[in-house]
């Protein structure tokens, strides 16, 4: 909905207080699984908050050419990206490693 909003921001009128929260964002810039292929998450002028994961292989990508990383990412695949395994993150856990980049909060939560 994002992208096709920005492409024609006149169709459709938004509160000026939404904010989308995305989870194991694979077009996260700094790991997501479809970076390396230029499908970036696109900067608008809404308040976005994206949590990836530790391991989840979708959002925070894993270097290909470790068979052992290999391995854990197919493992987090299951464990750390499908189901409820977001389900219990806090967004306010001072453990949280957060920055900014524009209008985009990011938040990465390590495993524990």
Do not use: C, M
């Amino acid at each position: 909905w994002l992208e096709a909003y920005l492409k024609d921001p006149e169709a459709a009128p938004i509160p000026e207080n939404l904010t989308f929260v995305v989870i194991g964002n694979p077009s996260r810039p700094s790991g997501g699984a479809s970076v390396p292929w230029g499908s970036a998450w696109p900067d608008s002028e809404f308040k976005v908050i994206d949590v990836a994961r530790q391991y989840d292989p979708t959002a925070d990508i894993h270097n290909p050419f470790n068979s052992l990383a290999n391995l854990n990412a197919a493992i987090g695949f299951f464990t750390n990206h499908l189901g409820d395994s977001y389900k219990d993150v806090d967004l306010d856990d001072p453990a949280n490693i957060r920055w900014t980049e524009g209008n985009t909060e990011y938040v990465f939560v390590p495993a524990t």
